[in-house]
C-alpha cells in the first residue's frame, strides 16, 4: 500500500529541528484563535443544546444557509439545499467513490493529481485515465480525447492554485472543458479548496458557473477557518447528490453538529471576511520566499511552478534524477518535502519531481530550507559524477 | 434503497405535536450543558492551536490516553496505541465494512439487528448469515454452528442493551461466545455503545476482555457525552488495527481535533465521573414508564423485552400484524416507532415488530404515546375484524 509508504516516509517530519515543506498545513497563525471564545458563545447562545445533537445527514441547517450565501458572493449559485456537508472534503472524495466507482469504471485525472483523491478512491479501485498537463494545468483537448474514447465515469481536477503543482486553469480554459463535460454529458469533480487563497492576481470563475450541472463542487472551510474542525462540503448535480446523502449516512451518519454551528458563526458573524485578508497577508511574503529561494540557490536546470496562490510549488528536475532518494538525503540534512511520484495515479512517473509546501515555515527558515536542499542536491551531483567516473 | 425508505418514513417525526419514540437520540437534558465554557476554556488553555490544526488518523493523543485509563477502570485494558478513534462509532463499522468485506465474504449478525451497521457494510455488499436469538440475546450454539459451516468473515454483535432489542447476553454466553470465537479463530465486532446506560442490575464483562485478540471493540461518546461531537473508537487485533488506519486516512483523514480534545477534558476534568449518574437518573424512570404503559395500554399478546438500560424497548406482535401498516395509523395518531423489519438483514422477516424509545420524551409524554398507540392497534383490530368478516 502506497498509503503506508507515505505514512512510514512522513514519520520523520516530527523530528525535532526538521524543516517541513513535507505538509499541505496550515500554519497555526493563519487560526483565528482571538475570536473563538465568541464564537463558542455565540454558538451556545443562538443554538444550545442542538449544537450537541446529532442532526441530518445533509448538514447543519444554519451552516448550509450561511454558506450558500458565502459561495453566491463567490459567483457560486447554490442554495442551501444543494449543499452537502462532509467531514473534511477527504470525505466528499470518498463518498463519490462509493457512489460513483467500482473496479469497471474509469476516473480521468491530471498527472500529478491530488494524492488525497487518489487515497480515496483506491478502495474502489478505479482504472486511471491519464490526462495531460502543462504549465496552465489540464490541456483541453487531452480532455477530449479521454471523453471520445468513452467509458469516462468522472474526471477529478483541482483547477486553482493544483496541489501538488500550484498550477490554476485560465479562463479560456475553464470555459473549454464546461464546453466538454457537457457535449459529452460527463461528470467533473471540481475539488477546489485553495480558491480564496490568491496573493496576486485575479480571482477566476469555477467551471461549475459553466456547466452547473456536470459539475460536483467541492470546497472546505480547512483553509480559511480551521482543518481540526475536519469541514468539507460539496455542491452536486441532483441525481448524484441523492446517492451522496445515502452514503454519507452509512459512513459517519452527518458530520460534527457543534463544528458545523461554529463554521456558521464565522460566516454569518461577519469573521471571515475580517479573518481571510489575514491569512493571504501571512502566506503572500512566505510565497515570494520560497520562490525567491528557489531562484537563488536551486541548479538552473530544476524547474519550478510560478503560483499566484494556495500552499504548494511543486519542482521538477532533470530527468533522470530520483527525488525518492534524495529525499533521505535531506532528511539527514534536516529539511522535509515529498517525492512527487506519489501524486501520479499510475506508478513510474515523476522520480524527478518535488513538492514544496510554503505556509507552515516563516520565511527566512524557508531560505534555510531551500539552501539545504540545493546543498544536498550539488552533493548528490558529485555523487552522481564521482559513480560514472 | 432501503435506506432511503426509512429517511422518508422518519421524515414525518418533526411535523408538529409529534410525539417520536422512533429515533435512537438521547434527550438534550442529558448533555452537560452548564460545563462546556469550562470544557471550552479547558481545551484552548491546553492545546491552543493544536485544537484546530490536522491531527493524526489513528486519533489525538490526549484523548486516546485519557479514553485508555477511562476503559482501563472499567476492567477493558487497552492502552491508548490500541485505540483508534474515528468520526462516531458509525465510521467504525464503515471502516471495518471497507476493510474486511466484499461480495464474496460472510457476514453473522442477529436477528434483529443495529440498522446502522446493515447501512455501514451495504456498500461492501457481503452476504448475510442469520444468527438465532432469544429473550437473553445470542444463542451460542446458533454461533458455534455458523462458524462450523465456515467462510465467515467477521460476526458482528451488540451484547449489551441491544439496539433494537434492548436484550443483554448474560456472563455464561459471553464467556461461550468468547472461547467460540478463539476455538474457530474468528474475528468479532463488540459493538458497545450503551454499556454506561445502565438503570438496573449488575455490569458484565465485555467479550474483549475474554477473547482480546479476537474481538474489535467499538465505543462511542454519543450516549455519555453528545452525539453532535462524532466521536467513536475502536480496539482491533494488530491485523485489523493497521488496516483501518489506511481506511481512515483515505476517508476522512482524521476525526475533528477539537471535539476529540473537548473529549479528552471532559474525561481528564472527571466531569464524565460526575455526569454520568445524571444521565442514568434521568433515563431510569423514563424506562419504567414505558415499561408500565406497555404493561397497562398494550394487548397482553404484544410481547415486550425488559431491558435493564440502554434506549431501546422491542415489541413483538402476534404473527401476521404489520406494523409498517399500523406505522402511518400511529403517525395520525401523531405518535412515531421503528417499525422493526428494518433490523433484520434478511427481507421478509420482522412484520411483527417494533421498536420503541424512551429516551426522549418525558415519562408522561411516553404513557400518552403508548396510550396512542394502543388505540391505534385496537382500531386496527376492529378494521381486521370487519375486513374478514
Known amino acids: 500500500m502506497e498509503v503506508s509508504v507515505i505514512r512510514e516516509i512522513l514519520k520523520v517530519v516530527s523530528q525535532p529541528d526538521m524543516i517541513s515543506l513535507a505538509g499541505g498545513i496550515p500554519a497555526p497563525q493563519s487560526f483565528p484563535m482571538d475570536i473563538m471564545n465568541d464564537l463558542f458563545a455565540g454558538v451556545l447562545e443562538r443554538f444550545g443544546s442542538q449544537a450537541l445533537q446529532y442532526d441530518r445527514s445533509e448538514g447543519f441547517t444554519p451552516f448550509r444557509q450561511a454558506l450558500a450565501e458565502f459561495l453566491h458572493g463567490k459567483g457560486i449559485r447554490v442554495t442551501a439545499d444543494d449543499l452537502l456537508v462532509f467531514s473534511g472534503s477527504q470525505a466528499v472524495l470518498d463518498a463519490l467513490g462509493k457512489v460513483m466507482l467500482s473496479a469497471s469504471t474509469r476516473v480521468a485525472v491530471e498527472a500529478p493529481t491530488y494524492l488525497g483523491a487518489l487515497q480515496a478512491f483506491a478502495p474502489y479501485a478505479p482504472q486511471y485515465i491519464r490526462l495531460q498537463s502543462d504549465d496552465q494545468g489540464l490541456i483541453p483537448e487531452s480532455l477530449e480525447a479521454a471523453l471520445k474514447s468513452n467509458g469516462v465515469t468522472m474526471i477529478y481536477l483541482v483547477p486553482t492554485f493544483q496541489n501538488p503543482t500550484g498550477r490554476t486553469l485560465p479562463l479560456a480554459r475553464r470555459k473549454a472543458i464546461a464546453a466538454l463535460i457537457q457535449r459529452y454529458n460527463a461528470l467533473l469533480i471540481e475539488d477546489d479548496p485553495y480558491r480564496d487563497l490568491r496573493y496576486h492576481g485575479q480571482t477566476l470563475p469555477t467551471i461549475k458557473q459553466f456547466a452547473p450541472d456536470h459539475v460536483v463542487y467541492v470546497g472546505t472551510m480547512s483553509k480559511i477557518f480551521a482543518p481540526g474542525l475536519r469541514l468539507g462540503y460539496c455542491a452536486a448535480p441532483r441525481a448524484v447528490h441523492q446517492w451522496l446523502v445515502v452514503a454519507k449516512q452509512g459512513t459517519d451518519l452527518h458530520t460534527g453538529t457543534l463544528n458545523q454551528a461554529l463554521a456558521a458563526e464565522y460566516l454569518n458573524g461577519g469573521y471571515l471576511e475580517a479573518h481571510l485578508p489575514k491569512i493571504c497577508h501571512l502566506y503572500r511574503p512566505k510565497l515570494a520566499a520560497i520562490l525567491a529561494a528557489i531562484d537563488k540557490y536551486l541548479p538552473a536546470e530544476f524547474k519550478c511552478s510560478r503560483p499566484q496562490g494556495g500552499m504548494f510549488v511543486w519542482v521538477q528536475a532533470p530527468v533522470g534524477w530520483d527525488m525518492q532518494a534524495l529525499y533521505w538525503e535531506a532528511i539527514a540534512q534536516k529539511v522535509a518535502f515529498v517525492p512527487g511520484q506519489y ?26 530550507a531551500i539552501k539545504r536542499l540545493a546543498g544536498v542536491i550539488a552533493a548528490h551531483k558529485v555523487d552522481h559524477a564521482l559513480a560514472s567516473a
Chains 1, 2 share one sequence.
Open 343 to 368: 501524486f501520479f495515479a499510475h506508478a513510474g512517473e515523476g522520480a524527478e519531481t518535488m513538492r514544496l509546501n510554503f505556509t507552515m515555515a516563516q520565511p527566512a527558515v524557508l531560505e534555510t
